[in-house]
């Protein structure tokens, strides 16, 4: 069972605060303006791998035992995660493997090896390359970094929470593009600790929405549609281990709609001039679909990234909404 | 003769520093290992209205003597200059007045209203705005805050070079994007006060570079083409004071293509999902043409601003470079 208290989410931020960067926290008058929320963005688009994803993998990277920084570190993930396990593990002079389906872009992989890790290509989807990293894990020594189902982790992800109301401590909720649910929990264990009153909301798109059933009946439940989204980082089946968490401490899940998050996107192009990746924009779809939770309420909205593929960003952008 | 020293930027920056975005300072290892220079940009179009331009805007508002801020402001731009000022006033509860030609396009027109200044569209171009500025500027006992040719604008700009410096010191050089040349100014004496090994080049485009032979003759000279450009934050002629002042500062000025600044959009799109202005996109193009000056150093480039139209970016990103 995942554990993360307060405590543990203030030792990661000491930990990783000189390896990651303190991202800017912007106020929207446009955004503000359309929906009558006080829209404020956390732009961790603007870590050095593009995504908050640095967070995690930085505080499992640094709080490695001796034995640990000897063998080096697995991860699997045909996404942020790997980047961000690569890069950290560079930074701290550590061996990397990064596992990924045979279906990962060469992009994806590039994203990865570039930084240095070693690239395992496995199997047709996520479960074979998440096994390869498991058994590598056993053969090498090595410690295996979960993406989002591990204490470190979430603890690495919710420091997003402190830098943000650190610096502005008023919010009266916040939305977390939720696809594991690292970042929810993270989020919402640091953001109740320093402020009971502010509401915690996971968000999720249309297309793929385990969250929205397993939360509400507080069970498990993977039986969804699964289409294709904007929201790539966000897409997939879930485990019970950060439900059971999110449970006790997130205050409920929204559902967006695909289109709205698109809109999301060339909405935040045209008045912001910033390229954010799908899952970000789920956020925007919030705000756009006026959740009654949300109006006239102070909102932080985590910009979780910003790695979009351009060809993809420019389709978008040329839609009308 | 403007006359901008050190203590006047470093007072600018303790009277603006609440009022503008501490704006993150990023390594780029995709450009760095391309180039062969160690490149870090800094992110100015991460600014409240999308462009450096608060700094000299905000260091005249918050200047202001108590007669000038009953009686307000009055500026002339067609670009981000005007937005500047009209947020600056706002912040500080001054009225201010905005003229435009009648050349400008409406979102730009939009840019200034919509911090509540009260806009004045006059005359076919770019002179004749800011004549009317000036008569205003008399008429109505207003301060008139110059863009570019002005000791208070000039030492706001010399802000970001302390903000970055202090962070970074070691840097080989800096690269500024130049139009009227008041960030080019300010950097260059705030750079070499903090450390005279540090180069300063100001950029411009070969479809409207006037600094070009006025540098390099010692004498005002717009006799030049005047081309369009992606980098519109940059076009136009020249005035001599600044070109004075900047024949007392600045290393050099190097003239870049202008199908390289359209692939420094594209690059910075791609590699790293920024949406930048053209301006900025000079920095690029000046390290991808290999200029012996940048070879294996470790290079500062001013990311002025990402107040780019959406429609010429993904126009932009389209092609191929």
Sequence with gaps: MLKVEMKDIVEAYGRIRNYVQKTPLIYSPETSERTGSEVWFKMENLQPIGAYKLRGAMNNILGMSDEDLKCGGVAASAG??????AYAAKLKGVSAVVCVPESTPMNKRY????HGARLVVYGPNYEDAENRAHEIEAEEGRKFVHAYESNETIAGQGTVAIESLLEKGDFDAILVPTGGGGLLCGVAIAAKAMNPDIKVYGLQ???SAPWDKSFHERKLNNDCPFLPTCADGLEGA???????LALTCVDDIFVVDEESTREGIKWMAQKHHYMIEGASATCLAALFEDHQELKGKKVLCIITGGNIDLDK????????Y
Tied chains: 1, 2.
């Design 80 to 85: 942020n995660h790997s980047q961000a396990v």
């Design 111 to 114: 994203g990865a090896i570039k």
């Design 205 to 207: 798109t249309n297309t």
């Design 238 to 244: 879930i485990t019970w281990p950060n439900v059971e």
């Design 313 to 320: 960003f420019c389709e978008i952008c040329e839609k009308d």
